[in-house]
C-alpha cells in the first residue's frame, strides 16, 4: 500500500480548513490525508478530528517554530489567517489585525519553504482599493493605508514575497459563493499556491 501525503491544514477546527479536512477524510481511498493544525488540540472540535484518525497537532501562526514542527513531514498546506481571531487589548495594541495578517502569512510561507513542502495553498482575498478607485468611491483609509483591511491585508501578503519566502502565488481563483446539491450554502474563497 502506498504512504498517503499528509496536507498539514492550519485552521482544521475552523470553517475554510474544516472544510478541506472533511473533504479530503471524505475520500478514504485517495491520495491524502489530513494533518489537522489548531492552537488548541483539547477543544471539542480537534477532540472530534482525533476520534475520526486525524493527526492533531497544536501549532500558531504566531509561533513560528510550532509551524515548522506542525508542516515537517508534509507533502503540501493549506494556509489561512483570521482577521477576526479572539485578541487581548494588549495583543490590539501591539499591532493591528491586518500587520498580524501579513506576519502570520509570512510566517506560513517560511516555514513552507523551510520545510521542503511541495504545494501549499494561502487562502486570500483581493485588495479592494482598486476597485474603489475606478469607481470612484472614497471610503475611510484605516491602519495607514487599507479600505477594507481584512481583504486589503492578505492581497498585500498575496502580491508581496521577500526572496528569502516562496515565490508569489501562481494560481488563482475568484472568490465566489455557492449552493451545494445538499442545499448548504458552500464559500470558496479565492486562493494562491505558494509553493
Known sequence: ????????????????????????????????TVRALTRNADSGK???LASQGV??????????ASVHKAFDGAYGAFVVTNFWA????EQEKAR???????????????????????????????DTRPHFERLGIDIPTVFDSYKVPHFDAKAR??????????????????????HSS???????????SWC
Open 182 to 192: 445538499s442545499g448548504k450554502a458552500l464559500t470558496v474563497t479565492r486562493t494562491a
Open 55 to 64: 493527526e492533531v497537532v497544536e501549532a500558531d501562526l504566531d509561533d513560528e
Open 86 to 89: 479572539q485578541r487581548t487589548p
Open 157 to 178: 501578503r498575496t502580491h508581496s514575497s521577500p526572496s528569502s519566502e516562496c515565490p508569489p502565488p501562481s494560481c488563482r481563483r475568484p472568490s465566489s459563493t455557492s
Open 96 to 126: 493591528t489585525r491586518a500587520e498580524m495578517e501579513l506576519a502570520q502569512a509570512a510566517t506560513g510561507a517560511r516555514a513552507a519553504k523551510d520545510t521542503g513542502l511541495r504545494h501549499v495553498v494561502w487562502s486570500t482575498l483581493e
Open 46 to 48: 480537534a477532540r472530534e
Open 1 to 32: 500500500m502506498t504512504e498517503k501525503m499528509i496536507i498539514a491544514v492550519v485552521g482544521a477546527t475552523g470553517s475554510q480548513g474544516g472544510g478541506l479536512g472533511r473533504a479530503i477524510l471524505a475520500d478514504p481511498q485517495g491520495p491524502f
